[in-house]
């Protein structure tokens, strides 16, 4: 028998490795994790939960921003919003415990409720046994990144978890982090907490991955609905606490500028760490530091010892994740018939819930820039969501998206939108990028007035620059 040890079993990532191999034959699983009530991030602090919440905050901001209705806006009841928030994530996070524990009933699977690490390469301890392993796959996923800055162990702060919990907010709060989580959780901040914030913003715009004028967009559409200023290109130096509790914070901007934001709340959305302590990886003769993970999912100090999920620093999505573990219970396989393993690859894909879910951002290979330094000739088309007609009948007007096509062949490279419905959207997308089409062969027709009209106008006009 092979025995894989897998660290970190309830998550995503570690779940997808041990519903691959547990039905293979010759192959012994002992899955480990310490979850209480356990579940995996995703399920119970991240995606799943986020969205709960935003969807409470979505209601109240198109009933306030259709000039349509009149009456007073109603209130969100953050009670209710935590309430239901609990019962549904803990029912999802109990069918992930539930289909551990049932893998778990088989002859030659065991499930131990502890914290694992390494006694040296081939073993790990947990729950006061001592495992020999063939292979062992770290899924522990990832932690609260709190950044090292003078004064922060003097104020109180909030991360996204205590966010998700919180069923009341002060008047004010200073952000820090806009990446994914800060995109997501400033607008219900502003708009079920009603709180007047102030948001950090280190580069020109937010949104990384995105073409400028995404970034630019989500900029207007957070200052225009939302009582938030967004102060960019600046850093923090420091913080220190206000004598009534609050949270004074001092930035210095690229040109030497220099500012004091006052609140009454720091909220830390500054990204997520891989949790590697206390595993004892170096009793395994690994390091964690720099690329410490293959594109294989095996760690670069020893093929049979696997890295998925968050931990890995890769990609901390959650479809990531749970493709990572596909990955590596293949190449477990193949190392166990010979072979060679092979490295992981993915289409981007990613979707940010910005603007509450109203106004995501959704992204599906290639941008521009990343075409053209990936060696494309491009020609591409953007549109402006008040472009179509419909968006505006739905009172959704903002945003915008834009195409990227191979100049040489039409093949479709990339997408992206900011938009209502964004996220829908980038199932089409993904189809189409990761199937190769031509942009010619795509039919550029709705078959009413509907959202999608946005890409058939997309399509008509790199096929008119593809033409010329």
Same mark, same amino acid.
């Given at each position: !028998? #092979?025995?894989?040890?897998?660290?970190?079993?309830?998550g995503s990532a570690g779940a997808a490795v041990a519903g691959e191999l547990v039905d293979e034959d010759g192959i012994? @699983? #002992? &899955?480990?994790? +310490? $979850?209480?009530?356990? $579940?995996? @991030?995703?399920?119970?602090?991240g995606c799943m939960p986020s969205k709960e919440v935003l969807s409470a905050g979505a209601h109240?901001?198109? =009933?306030?921003? %259709?000039?349509? &209705?009149?009456?007073?806006v109603p209130d969100v009841d953050l009670e209710a919003v935590v309430a239901q928030k609990d019962d549904h994530t803990l029912g999802w996070a109990g069918h992930r415990r539930d289909s551990i524990h049932e893998m778990a009933e088989r002859d030659d699977v065991e499930f131990v409720h502890d914290t694992a690490e390494f006694v040296d390469d081939h073993t790990v301890r947990a729950g006061g046994e001592e495992f020999a392993a063939d292979y062992v796959v770290v899924a522990t996923g990832s932690s609260v990144n709190v950044p090292d800055l003078p004064g922060i162990d003097e104020v109180d702060y909030m991360t996204s978890a205590e966010v998700l919990d919180a069923?009341?907010?002060?008047?004010?709060?200073?952000? !820090?982090?806009f990446g994914y989580i800060g995109m997501e959780l400033v607008p219900y901040l502003?708009? =079920?907490?009603? !709180?007047? &914030?102030? /948001?950090?913003?280190? +580069? %020109?715009?937010?949104? %990384?991955?995105a073409d400028p004028a995404f970034g630019d967009e989500a900029l207007d559409i957070y200052e225009n609905n939302w009582d938030v200023t967004i102060p960019t290109n600046c850093r923090e130096r420091r913080l220190e606490r206000t004598d009534d509790g609050g949270v004074r914070l001092? /930035?210095?901007?690229d040109d030497g500028r220099e500012a004091t934001y006052e609140a009454d709340q720091l909220f830390l959305f500054t990204g997520r760490r891989p949790t590697v302590e206390g595993l004892g990886l170096d009793r395994a003769g690994i390091s964690h530091e720099g690329d410490w993970v293959r594109d294989t999912m095996q760690t670069e100090d020893a093929d049979h010892v696997y890295a998925v999920g968050d931990v890995n620093g890769k990609e901390p999505i959650l479809h990531v994740a749970k493709e990572q573990g596909f990955t590596a219970a293949e190449n477990i396989l193949r190392q166990e018939a010979g072979g060679t393993p092979q490295a992981y690859e993915n289409v981007h894909h990613h979707v940010i819930f910005s603007g509450l879910g109203v106004y995501p951002f959704a992204r599906v290979g290639h941008n521009e820039e990343t075409a053209r330094e990936a060696g494309y000739d491009v020609? #591409?088309?953007?549109?402006? =969501?008040? +472009? %179509?007609g419909v968006f505006k009948s739905k009172d959704v007007p903002e945003g915008l998206a834009k195409l990227v096509v191979d100049a040489d062949d039409g093949t479709v490279l990339g997408w992206q939108g900011l938009h209502y419905h964004a996220d829908s959207f980038a199932k089409t997308m993904q189809i189409v990028v990761e199937m190769g089409l031509d942009v010619r062969d795509l039919p550029d027709r709705a078959y009413h007035p509907t959202l999608p009209e946005n890409l058939d106008g997309l399509i008509r006009d790199c096929v008119a620059e593809l033409d010329e």
């Open positions: !028998m #092979t025995h894989v040890v897998i660290i970190g079993a309830y012994e @699983l #002992t &899955l480990i994790d +310490d $979850g209480e009530p356990g $579940g995996g @991030l995703c399920i119970l602090r109240r901001f198109q =009933a306030r921003h %259709d000039h349509r &209705l009149v009456g007073d069923t009341e907010f002060p008047d004010s709060g200073i952000v !820090m982090g502003a708009e =079920a907490g009603g !709180m007047e &914030l102030t /948001v950090i913003e280190h +580069d %020109d715009r937010p949104i %990384d991955e001092f /930035v210095e901007f020609v #591409t088309a953007r549109r402006q =969501a008040s +472009d %179509d």
